[in-house]
């Protein structure tokens, strides 16, 4: 759980988890009702903050009517005592209680969010996601997922990167091959961004070293289980790389450092979630995409050979391969097609038809994106002409390559896709704050 001992709380408010170290003392707490347990001479309400639980007792014919009148997800506030009791939550619980509701009776949730378990279907979960994810079980990956971003800035400000933030509303739809939305701005067509990719670039020959997170936007019709229309992209680029092989090493601590905050400040998420963090190899495994291919024609009922991209089952057997041969959840899978990739992705000397790029697989799933880019302007114009594409609408794109830029290279991380495979939820939208998909635009 995510806390701190100099957090700064309103005048006199104690947070559930620092009741143990009240004991005898009177204190007041704040939160949501989250049981209410009513007994012949006593009623115990169960109140839930950010930090945790904490239970008061309250006795007496008049004090136990008036507590019993609060359903459950009712704001209050109460005031009292703190007493030892091993039985509580955290050993400690609050006695002779005043309590003062903070909000109107609360609705009734769709399903009891005290109970254990969580027994709704998902649309049911994400219909209702802003009081459903008041739940336990499903609060824990979003807050995982925050710790993720913190250690993701955390590793890359220590390596000397600067965070930027770009535009998400562009003028060209020309980044990629994927669909993208377009939207009236003043009269104009513009779109919305697929990634930042081209400003990164551009700011490497700002601060040499950058990052950013923030939504983009995929208008492709996928309706899976991995798939979002809008999801959370972790973003870096660095300049003076010799090539891709100097970018993976990054992401290798940027990895480490994701993990490494999860374990410090998600302890309590985890172990409700039943997650296993993974080792980060002090080095990742890879393997040519050539090579991975001849891999699945030798050893499965498939010849992938010829193909210019893995299909998911690829990447799962790939993964189980790596864990079994190299004892590594994380795989490499290095030299892509050209035909594959982006116009500005640099090709591997010697084999033009490979490129100097990688994606990272993570437990069976595509993770990461990422290479070496082109960084001379006659090269953008090469490309480009070599696949029948105009320069023109790539201009301000090209601007920068035509002042000097340094050999460069970065990578893409989507959030929803780590924390998905991290706490090990069946469906990318367990893991995604109010999702946006083929069907989905609310809540």
Partial sequence: ???SSTTVLPAGRTLASELPRRIGR???????????????SVVFLVLRDRSGLVQAVVTGPEAMTAAGGHPEETVLQITGTVTANPQAPGGAEVTSPVVTALSGPAEAP??????????ATLPTILDHAPVTLRHPLL???HAISAVSVAGFRATLDALGFTEIHTPKVVASATESGANVFGIDWFGTRAYLAQSPQFFKQAMVG???RVYETGPVFRAEPHDTARHLAQYTSLDAELGFVTD???????????????TAAVGRHAGEECALLGVDLPDVPE?????????????LAAHTDEDPRGEPDLAPAHERWLSRWALREHGSEFLFVTGYPMSKRPFYTHPEPGRPEYSNSFDLLFRGLELVTGGQRLHRHDDYLAALAARGESPEPYAGYLAAFRHGMPPHGGFAL??????????????IRRATLFPRDLHRLTP
């Fill in 139 to 141: 609060r824990a990956p």
């Fill in 110 to 119: 769709p399903f009891d969010l005290y109970r254990p378990s969580v027994p």
């Fill in 283 to 295: 080095r990742i495994p890879e393997i040519h995409f050539a090579e991975a291919q001849e891999l």
């Fill in 244 to 258: 891709h092989r100097d970018v993976m090493a990054v992401l290798r601590e940027v990895l480490a450092g994701m």
């Fill in 206 to 208: 700002v601060f040499e």
């Fill in 1 to 3: 759980m995510i806390s």
């Fill in 26 to 40: 009177q204190v007041t707490v704040q939160g949501w009702l989250h049981r209410r347990r009513t007994l012949k």
């Fill in 414 to 427: 989507g959030l929803e896709r780590w924390t998905t495979r991290l706490t090990g939820a069946d469906n």
